[in-house]
């Protein structure tokens, strides 16, 4: 019977370790005097936001003495906890979320809508900057989040390579970039490097072009309409970069992390990289911070009808209120509490992001040139992302066919407008019927 | 048995093959593992240029690689101790006993294998949900909501090969227990455990092995305190950068003890499994 | 748990009336006890979930609904009608990615099975470093799923990756530089795909091949010989019926495995999988994870189901047959 009793005794262990070892998830998570808060990556590690984030905190607690307790989400499992928590209601009290998910979300009702009551609790809407606050949700209702660091796209460009080959300024028209990438496309080194293998990313800048060519992707009422003229030209001409013009490497197709462009860039092998402001991460890469300089995305030099002057997607990340918060007070607080120009000014400055509001931008730290021209894209020249609840559908759709263009480009296959159309008619119909 | 010359020759083909196939990628981890980031992001090169040890040193920090390796260790040990505990009651029952039901026990069994896990991914989250709110019993985001559902993961073949392997021991023995005074339970403990350690062996490496690798569902299922190796290894691919050199350096550490525990049950393995699946 | 786990209790003293009812009633009721705890919770983990996953097959749930199933509206066989069609550009995609995954499965799970066949018939015969061999095969098996892929998305890159640099650097057998070829998008995705697939499974394959050989009594071998069979014609005679049970197990496994494999196309091509390497499952996710659309996911999960179900059906009943045969 040895066995038999070394096996109770076995069990009685595991059944005692694994009780002791269920403590998380508190009960009184929701007391007044606490809050969750989901923090999505934003630094070189989760670590690191942690140690960003923690001195906010503390400050708060100190303020109010609600101690908020913090999690932070890597981007691969954000989307499902949300969804895990949006379905069963048992989720955090205040969280972040890539501003492109806003109207998706919003479709859920999980989010606290930001009523003009709501908003004038944290301060008013005023304080925040334009363009931001039309990322946060469809148009003709209230928010579902408010803005928290605001992002937006330029065309970084290798110094160093341009003054070697002669080139005075950036490119400001599409036409200059083709030629300006001709001349620096030569053995081992491409004028320009694109994530073109990351279906995210392609579908920001068929957004972004599609704008320059006058595309709408959704029709006023919310219907999809992706293969419009105007949108095939507009993905004909991000995929010549490759096909034609020949100015990417091809091997970019099958680029699914920015690190690989960034890395690109800063080993001289790609002599400029459209992204969103990256200065530490180029730094991280081996970045010769001196040669680094930044423009905005070009314009058309001979813009078609109906194209808008576009240069940029509002990126950036929002906060948003989970409905089912038992503390919204509380919650509403510590918005309010990271909205604030002290906190904008400190947490942005760490990210390298832009504050959303707009009495931030007199601290010193965003005086930069560089800074300045994505403070002057996001004000000026940005469109949020489609604000419909299929958006993210929209991203993944179109996204897809754009790695899939480029990877018939990378074969040898050739991708015309017919092909394209063809793709985004699919596209189309999926999105409708899924709908 | 003699064997003609074309055998150690093809001997010496296929395996030679199947040592570069397996030691390959082993060696561009261990290789990339002791480059600095910036190295193994450039051109692939056999021999580090640059060796360092650093990517060994950071990963400890990079994310709580600890914290996940012992919530995994919990998890998966856990699991494995339930799964073939279970397992070992359901196959004997199988294996000695004639009952209704006996076939659409096996069936249904087998055809949980078949549901894809995402989808049932999301009712079985807000069942644990559900079972949270009106029992106080937290499942969700707790080792134990993991620990169950992986055991499940693992049940239904680890009985399969349990319920072979017991067949496979003669059941004049459980009589003989049973005239010395044992109950059928008596048999089980006395005569049928002892006589199949080395099957039950292989189930639970097996148990383990699933359980220790099961990446969506810990995803969604864990929070900060109790992320598991698994999904925790995707962190050190973040917004910013992908390191690869810590990815596979913490791949080789964890691997480490895995792979001796392994080693040393993988004689029982080998002697397990054949009973077991011979039936 | 602990109660079962306990020494059984004595059997109760034999005895006219009462206890012996009792026992009566114990020898009929001890296999569902022992059978309790493993029906319990395959219930609640798998079954239940499942049978709410059929029910959410007929519903219209989007993001719309998610929050509160309740108001989800019934979509009758709209979900299955819209899966199913053909014409439409959804049917088509889900169709395309049901081909690739029966190509994927089929040739990962031969190469899987013939590579364990070759190593364990190959390593039968005692040899000097057999057991370091033994031990070198099985790593694969006990890395995480997530740093083995994901290696194999590194070395798999096109301009700095390892296979390159082999195959056009060191051997000539592909281009260089510009011609360089492709390994995570495009045809040869697909094949990527079934490399890593391999590499995992193969050892698992290799193990319980490993393990039915050691049970092939010697003696049939010696007959074999007495009668003058050969190395090859005792592999055909003897070696491989007697592996037939383990074969039929280990397909099985395979097959199931490697169908609704998930992980390997999300670790090694992201979230969107090329579509010459579109497994059903990624698929599935896209349809339902991606876009928040549970009815439609859930109806090509049934399907899938319903498939999976008649293909083991139709395969357990014939080996089975053929077993009894034998």
């Known amino acids: 019977m040895r066995f038999g009793k070394l096996a109770s005794a076995l069990a009685l262990t595991l059944v005692a370790v694994t009780a002791a070892a269920c403590g998380g998830g508190d009960d009184d998570a929701n007391a007044p005097k606490k809050l969750v808060y989901w923090a999505s990556n934003q630094g070189t590690s989760l670590d690191h936001d942690k140690e960003v984030l923690q001195p906010q905190l503390d400050a708060f607690e100190k303020q109010t003495g609600i101690e908020v307790q913090l999690e932070v989400i890597g981007w691969p499992d954000l989307l499902n906890r949300i969804l895990a928590a949006t379905t069963s209601g048992a989720g955090p009290d205040v969280l972040n979320i890539g501003n492109t998910w806003s109207a998706s979300l919003q479709a859920t009702g999980a989010l606290l809508p930001f009523d003009d009551a709501t908003l004038e609790r944290i301060g008013g809407k005023g304080r925040f900057l334009g363009p931001s606050l039309a990322a946060t949700g469809a148009e003709g209702q209230p928010p579902a989040a408010v803005p928290l660091y605001g992002q937006a796209y330029g065309l970084y460009y290798n110094k160093k390579l341009f003054k070697e080959a002669g080139i005075e300024r950036p490119p400001a028209t599409w036409e200059e970039l083709i030629e300006t990438g001709k001349k620096l496309t030569k053995d081992g080194q491409w004028g320009l490097t694109l994530q073109a293998g990351q279906v995210t990313e392609n579908a920001h800048y068929a957004s972004i072009l599609g704008a320059q060519h006058g595309a709408e992707f959704f029709a006023a009422d919310g219907k999809p309409q992706l293969a419009s003229d105007q949108a095939v030209a507009a993905l004909q001409q991000y995929v010549d970069l490759m096909q034609k013009h020949k100015i990417v490497n091809p091997s970019n197709a099958e680029y699914t992390d920015t690190a690989k462009s960034l890395k690109d860039v800063a080993d001289g092998k790609a002599a400029m990289f459209m992204n969103q402001a990256a200065a530490g991460s180029f730094e991280l890469a081996g970045m010769n911070m001196d040669d680094l300089g930044v423009a905005p995305i070009p314009l058309p030099a001979n813009p078609p009808a109906g194209h808008r002057k576009v240069t940029s997607f509002v990126a950036g990340i929002n906060l948003a209120v989970f409905e089912n918060s038992k503390n919204r007070e509380g919650a509403l607080e510590f918005v309010k509490f990271l909205t604030s120009t002290p906190a904008q000014v400190e947490l942005n400055k760490t990210y390298g992001s832009l504050p959303v509001v707009n009495d931030a931008y007199s601290d010193p730290a965003f005086q930069g040139a560089d800074v300045k021209v994505f403070q002057d894209t996001l004000s000026n020249t940005a469109e949020p992302m489609p604000q419909v609840p299929q958006e993210s559908q929209f991203e993944t759709l179109v996204g897809t066919a754009m790695k899939e263009m480029f990877a018939d480009v990378a074969a040898g296959k050739p991708v015309d407008p017919a092909s394209i159309k063809s793709k985004l008619v699919q596209a189309d119909e999926q999105l409708a019927a899924g709908s | 048995m003699s064997e003609p010359r074309w055998v150690s020759w093809a001997r010496r083909l296929v395996l030679g093959f199947l040592v570069l196939f397996t030691v390959l990628p082993l060696y561009a981890m261990l290789a990339s593992s002791l480059k600095p980031l910036s190295d193994v992001q450039g051109d692939w090169h056999w021999l580090p240029t640059n060796l360092t040890f650093e990517p060994f040193i950071e990963i400890w920090s990079t994310i709580p690689l600890a914290k996940y390796f012992v919530n995994s260790l919990i998890v998966s040990g856990t699991a494995t101790v339930l799964s073939v505990t279970i397992a070992i009651f359901a196959a004997y029952a199988v294996s000695r006993f004639e009952f209704r039901g006996k076939n659409l026990f096996s069936i249904t069994v087998l055809s949980t294998q078949m549901f894809p896990g995402i989808l049932f991914l999301l009712p079985l989250f807000l069942i644990f949900v559900n079972i949270g709110n009106a029992t106080g019993i937290v499942l969700y985001g707790s080792r134990l909501g993991l620990i169950i559902t992986y055991l499940t993961f693992s049940l239904p073949f680890a009985i399969w090969m349990l319920a072979g392997y017991f067949a496979s021991i003669p059941k004049e023995l459980d009589e003989a227990a049973k005239v010395d005074g044992c109950g059928p339970l008596g048999a089980l403990i006395r005569i049928v455990i002892p006589a199949s350690t080395p099957g039950i062996v292989a189930v639970a490496i097996y148990a383990f092995m699933t359980a220790w690798g099961e990446v969506l569902f810990a995803s969604v299922m864990t929070d900060s305190d109790t992320r598991t190796l698994a999904v925790g290894l995707q962190e050190y691919s973040t917004q910013v950068d992908v390191y690869w050199n810590q990815v596979m350096a913490a791949s080789l550490v964890v691997s480490v003890p895995v792979v001796a525990g392994f080693l040393l049950l993988q004689r029982y393995l080998v002697a397990g499994l054949t009973a077991g699946a011979v039936k | ?326």
């Open chain 3, 1 to 326: 748990m602990t109660t079962l786990t306990k020494p059984a209790p004595a059997p109760a003293p034999p005895g006219p009336g009462k206890s012996a009812r009792a026992r009566v009633w114990r020898g009929m009721s001890l296999p569902y006890l022992l059978l309790l705890p493993a029906v319990v919770l395959e219930l609640l983990i798998h079954l239940v979930p499942m049978l709410v996953g059929i029910g959410m097959s007929f519903l219209k749930l989007t993001q719309f609904y998610i929050r509160n199933w309740a108001e989800a509206p019934v979509a009758g066989l709209d979900n299955y009608r819209f899966v199913l069609d053909f014409n439409a550009a959804a049917g088509r995609a889900l169709m395309s990615s049901f081909w690739v995954t029966v190509q994927y499965t089929v040739a990962s799970v031969a190469l899987a099975w013939l590579l364990g066949t070759a190593g364990a018939v190959l390593m039968q015969r005692e040899f000097r470093g057999r057991g370091g061999l033994r031990t070198l095969f099985l790593v694969p098996y006990a890395l995480p799923m997530y740093a083995a892929v994901i290696t194999w998305a590194f070395m798999f890159q096109r301009d700095t990756g390892m296979v390159n640099s082999i195959l056009g650097d060191t051997l000539g057998l592909v281009g260089t530089g510009g011609d360089a070829p492709f390994w995570l998008i495009g045809d040869n995705s697909f094949w990527s795909l079934v490399i890593v697939s391999v590499w995992r499974n193969w050892p698992f394959a290799f193990l319980i091949i490993m393990a039915g050989l050691q049970n092939i009594p010697r003696d049939l071998y010696e007959a074999a010989a007495i009668d003058g069979a050969g190395w090859w014609r005792q592999f055909r005679s003897v070696t491989q019926p007697m592996l037939r049970p383990v074969n039929q197990v280990l397909f099985l496994v395979l097959f199931l495995w490697t169908f609704n494999d998930f992980n390997t196309p999300y670790v090694l091509f992201g979230e969107s999988a090329p579509k010459e390497a579109s497994l059903i499952s990624i698929h599935i996710y896209q349809s339902s994870f991606k876009t928040w659309n549970f009815g439609l996911g859930s109806a090509m999960s049934v399907l899938l189901l319903l498939f999976l179900l008649l293909v083991t059906a139709v395969y357990l009943a014939v080996t089975s047959r053929r077993r009894t045969v034998v």
